[in-house]
């Protein structure tokens, strides 16, 4: 079945270092990807979304590229500041129809 | 613009207490309904999904029931709570249009205690 896996964490960064969170998944055909954000305390907010092969999505700094060689999609910021400090979640879905798959989260902690 | 409501935003309930969590969405019409549970630094557990009025589906077998009274409304119930049903509860709807992203509500942070 389709499934996500992404690198646990938690993942501990000083201000302004390169972040990269690692994201591959399995599924057939071209399923849409998505990078959420949950802040503590809050629900989680969409970050950016890639729908076809080769897409970027990018937002707040944090860019992810659809890679269907490697089926991955990874997500980076080239500078992180304190307040990107949560937890981030990887995701799929192949239709309309069918359920969003989550990974298991990313915790990061940036420290000044 | 489409939003999402869900209530309450924290709740202590004592053991073998009933629980109803609401959630509602506005400006979209037939969107699939997703109720998760996360627990402390955990990640999200699917709980039940729907794709219509009445139609539920559960993932997990468990103390909660769904429904699906109206269109736009979700609803989260158990008779009796257990101290394992604490945790952050979210809602979430997806627009049936092709690549769509998910919609999270803010969550309900229930303690059973």
């Known amino acids: 079945g389709n499934s996500v896996t992404q690198m646990e964490g938690p993942v501990t960064l000083s201000e302004e270092a390169f972040l990269t969170i690692n994201c591959t998944y399995t599924?057939?055909?071209?399923?849409?990807l998505f990078w959420y954000v949950q802040y503590p305390g809050e629900g989680l907010q969409l970050l950016l979304k890639?729908?076809?092969?080769?897409d970027k999505g990018s937002n707040k700094g944090f860019e992810a590229t659809y890679r269907k060689e490697t089926t991955s999609f990874h997500l980076e910021k080239g500078s992180v500041q304190v307040s990107d400090s949560a937890v981030y979640f990887c995701a799929l879905v192949k239709t309309s129809y069918d359920k969003v798959i989550f990974g298991p989260g990313t915790s990061l902690s940036v420290i000044p | 613009s489409q939003t999402i409501h869900q209530w309450p935003a924290t709740l202590v309930q004592p053991v073998g207490s009933p629980l109803s969590l609401e959630c509602t969405v506005e400006g979209t019409s037939n969107p699939n309904l997703y109720w998760y549970r996360q627990a402390a630094g955990r990640g999200l557990q699917l709980l039940f999904y729907s794709v219509g009025i009445g139609q539920i589906s559960s993932e997990v077998p468990q103390n909660l029931s769904a429904s699906r009274p109206q269109d736009r409304q979700f609803i989260l119930s158990s008779k009796k709570l257990l101290l394992s049903d604490s945790g952050f509860y979210l809602c979430?709807?997806?627009?049936?249009?092709?690549?769509?992203?998910?919609?999270f509500g803010n969550g309900t942070r229930l303690t059973v205690t």
């Open positions: 890639a729908t076809k092969a080769d």
């Open positions: 979430a709807w997806y627009s049936k249009a092709y690549n769509s992203p998910l919609h």
């Open positions: 599924a057939t055909g071209y399923p849409s």
